[in-house]
């Protein structure tokens, strides 16, 4: 069975891909900080009856990413890393001449630089896979200039960049930088919470990323509302 790696899977999206992929007969290793919700997770979506592994962790602690690889290992190898888990950097989010330098130090921190660990942890398995891929949560607010989105934004756009550049360098996978568009998610809550506007279900955008499994198009930046409307 395929195995994949997915972090922030206790809730929202990384749930909802954890389930889907499940379904499908994956094989999952789950990284949380949530201890509780992670196990709570891992319950359900062992009951499609494929093997999970939870690990609560930071992903930012590097032995918690080798942790993480080690597991994909134990379980038969790594097809997959979905980097998923983000940090605002600030909640409620601010504007510029207010953001605390240290919040976007986090945001940086979780957003660019752990992922990128993650990967470089996980490249030899990726290679060996023969169908390896790795895909990052991107977000509009990389490409479009929304007020108070700055440092989230600005770790997003890099987060694409590097993305692309690992696309280029690494021709035998395939790199997926996605925009998931908006969803109803405990991020988005705490980033804007007097927005009570209806939101999609992260379970809706789903589709997007097993279409890219499905068909794997070319390394780049993709929309998953788009993805969705092609079919």
Do not use: C
């Amino acid at each position: 069975m395929p195995v994949a790696i997915i972090t922030g899977a206790s809730k929202g999206l990384g749930r909802a891909l954890a389930e889907a992929l499940a379904a499908r007969g994956w094989d999952l290793v789950l990284d949380a900080r949530g201890a509780k919700v992670l196990d709570e997770t891992s319950a359900a979506v062992s009951a499609y009856g494929t093997r999970v592994t939870a690990l609560p962790g930071d992903v930012t602690d590097a032995a918690h990413r080798a942790q993480l690889v080690a597991a994909a290992w134990q379980l038969g190898g790594v097809d997959l890393v979905v980097n998923n888990a983000s940090a605002l950097g600030v909640e409620p989010l601010v504007q510029l001449d207010a953001l605390p330098l240290e919040g976007l130090r986090r945001a940086l921190e979780v957003n660019v630089v752990a992922a990128l660990g993650l990967v470089q942890e996980a490249l030899p398995l990726l290679r060996a896979s023969g169908t390896g891929a790795v895909i990052t949560v991107s977000s509009d607010a990389a490409a479009e200039a929304y007020e108070t989105w700055g440092g989230y934004g600005a770790s997003k756009a890099a987060l694409d960049h590097l993305a692309a550049v690992l696309g280029a360098e690494e021709p035998g996978l395939r790199v997926w930088a996605v925009d998931p568009g908006d969803m109803a998610t405990d991020l988005y809550a705490a980033a804007v919470p007097d927005d009570d506007d209806p939101r999609p279900a992260p379970a809706s955008v789903v589709p997007a990323f097993l279409r890219l499994l499905d068909e794997r198009p070319a390394s780049g930046r993709y929309s998953a509302p788009s993805l969705v409307e092609g079919r």
